[in-house]
Nanobody, 124 residues
Framework: HVQLVESGGGSVQTGGSLRLSCAPS????????MAWFRQSPGKEPGAVAA???????AYTDSVKGQFTVSKDNAMNTLYLQMDSLKPEDSAMYYC????????????????????WGQGTQVTV
């Protein structure tokens, strides 16, 4: 049974930083593609960033240079460092994982991910 647990969300002022964490159980970040998605009220969920098992990363254009996705295989944890936060970054952030998503062009596709966390709220 796979479980993804996000943490690190909260309220921050414009220009501030937050680091989100995702700690999976029943799944290894070293052996999976991992991603962050976000959803604001009334909007469709959208990709934020992803990292493949070989550490290849992908970002949606709006967060390039602002957010950094990383993982610690030893700690089995996924991270999202978010800097220079803006009000439009406010959303529920979800961690997602899939053992079989490997294509570079697929890393930011919501439909590719089979495991999801409950989300952590970020308010700017």
């Amino acid at each position: 049974h796979v479980q993804l647990v996000e943490s690190g969300g909260g309220s921050v002022q414009t220009g501030g930083s937050l680091r989100l964490s995702c700690a999976p159980s029943g799944l290894s970040v070293s052996d999976s593609s991992m991603a962050w998605f976000r959803q604001s009220p009334g909007k469709e969920p959208g990709a934020v960033a992803a990292i493949r098992r070989d550490d290849l990363t992908a970002y949606t254009d709006s967060v390039k240079g602002q957010f950094t996705v990383s993982k610690d295989n030893a700690m089995n944890t996924l991270y999202l460092q978010m800097d220079s936060l803006k009000p439009e970054d406010s959303a529920m952030y979800y961690c997602a994982a899939d053992r079989y998503c490997t294509g570079r062009g697929h890393l930011l596709l919501l439909a590719e991910y089979t495991e999801w966390g409950q989300g952590t709220q970020v308010t700017v």
